[in-house]
T-cell receptor
């Protein structure tokens, strides 16, 4: 029974389009994150949120916009998609700072 | 340069053998975490270990801050241990911003 739900599991998009990746956690955590794993590259940090406030942003492009409508939601909107955006996007959460992270199963995005 | 280096890059074991996976880092850190990435891609948290030794079943994690290294020991390996093991460090002054190593890909043969 997954406690961090990511939707969809797989996503195919055309170059230039816009997609929203959904993430909800039911662990009662206060902090949520997005990480990305591209082919043959290590997982890389994108954003961290705590109590729905942006804590850190390592994504240079404004095409990536996190959206937090509730404490247990952190969606990721990606606009003007490019083939280089193809990757698996992982949502994660933790109780707070200096706590272990728990990851969702990921959304595999392919941009054609 | 690379802040987190894992070794070996890959490892093949016979079932029942032990394994020692290494993670070396080049900067000061808040914490070290170990994850298991299933062949299907999902990540499982194994340890949150900023320093010292922690045990969980057949797994042991040891982090030595002064020597800038952390290790993951797997005893009596099983075929179900096959997958990729990732270490990740949280840099000092960051908010759970983890920097991941490239991983050790483990294959355990029956």
């Amino acid at each position: 029974d997954p406690k961090i739900i990511q939707k969809p599991k797989y996503l195919v998009a055309v170059t230039g389009s816009e997609k929203i990746l959904i993430c909800e956690q039911y662990l009662g955590h206060n902090a949520m994150y997005w990480y990305r794993q591209s082919a043959k590259k290590p997982l890389e940090f994108m954003f961290s949120y705590s109590y729905q406030k942006l804590m850190d942003n390592q994504t240079a492009s404004s095409r990536f916009q996190p959206q937090s409508s509730k404490k247990n939601h952190l969606d990721l909107q990606i606009t003007a998609l490019k083939p280089d955006d193809s990757a698996t996007y992982f949502c994660a959460s933790s109780q707070g700072h200096n706590e272990r992270l728990f990851f969702g199963h990921g959304t595999k995005l392919s941009v054609l | 340069g690379q802040q987190v280096q894992q070794s070996p890059a890959s490892l093949v074991l016979q079932e029942g053998e032990n394994a020692e996976l290494q993670c070396n880092f080049s900067t000061s850190l808040n914490s070290m975490q170990w994850f298991y990435q299933r062949p299907g891609g999902s990540l499982v948290s194994l340890f949150y270990n900023p320093s010292g030794t922690k045990h969980s079943g057949r797994l042991t994690s040891t982090t030595v801050i002064k020597e800038r290294r952390s290790s993951l020991h797997i005893s009596s390996s099983q075929t179900t241990d096959s997958g990729t093991y990732l270490c990740a460090l949280e840099l000092s002054g960051s908010f759970n911003k983890l920097t991941f190593g490239a991983g050790t890909r483990l294959a355990v043969c029956p």
